[in-house]
């Protein structure tokens, strides 16, 4: 992707974001008040995440979960934890609505490799690591071939081939099959995204040379919960 289509990107990607924020804001309003009432506030999660060029960022989601711990003050399953409101959301995908924001702030784009935790620059092997040579986007090309049911090294090495082909027609297709399996039935689980195991590291030989290190991030969060 040429320069003049990273910028068509980037326009089109404020248009989309700025556009479906105005014409969703009943649907967020009534989101939030269901959040507030079954799970009360905050209402949204916010947490860390890598981005462009691993650079730290925090990406916004509504909150799905109530926050419920062990006798050793460790967190409960996630399939414990949701409410049954996380889990429509969960099932919609409403939940991934707020990172519509982190596209109009810069931080994300509409479609590109899923942001991951911080802590996994460290573990990727340098051609995983190449996930991040792009703006991470609410959906990809992995999303649309499997999602969390997918291993990490076949998520991985579809990321990297997005990276190597992504093109303006491509992000289109992509958002289209997006869609597609939203409003299907039964086609996204609502526990499809619990208790996913964490990455652990590569197991490729080239790991751990040329891993990215995350970048201090300057942004502000400046959603409110």
């Known amino acids: 992707m040429n320069s003049a ?9 404020v248009i989309v974001a700025g556009a479906a924020l105005a014409v969703l804001c009943p649907v967020l309003a009534v989101v939030a008040v269901a959040i507030g009432m079954s799970m009360g506030r905050p ?34 399953s996630d399939k414990v ?19 519509l924001f982190n596209v109009l702030r810069g931080e994300m784009s509409l479609v590109g490799p899923r942001p991951l935790k911080i802590e996994y620059l460290g573990l990727y092997s340098p051609q995983q690591a190449r996930r991040h040579e792009i703006p991470p986007g609410i959906t990809g090309l992995a999303q649309i071939k ?15 081939w997005y990276v190597d082909h992504q ?15 939203v409003l299907k039935p039964d086609s996204v689980r609502g526990d499809g995204d619990l208790d996913v195991p964490s990455f652990t590291g590569s197991l490729s030989a080239d790991h751990a040379q040329g891993s990215l290190q995350p970048e201090q991030s300057t942004s502000r969060a400046t959603v409110t919960t």
């Open 5 to 13: 289509q990273r910028i068509l990107k980037r326009t089109l990607d």
């Open 43 to 76: 209402i949204f999660f916010r947490q860390t995440r890598a981005g462009y060029k691993g650079k730290a960022f925090r990406v916004f989601k509504f909150k799905t979960m109530i926050n419920a711990y062990d006798s050793k003050g460790q967190p409960l």
């Open 81 to 99: 934890r949701i409410t049954p409101v996380g889990r429509l959301l969960r099932r919609t995908s409403v939940d991934e609505l707020p990172q």
């Open 146 to 160: 499997g999602r969390n049911a997918l291993p990490w090294e076949e998520r991985f090495a579809l990321d990297v």
């Open 167 to 181: 093109s303006l027609l491509l992000d289109v297709q992509i958002v289209l099959q997006t869609l597609v399996q």
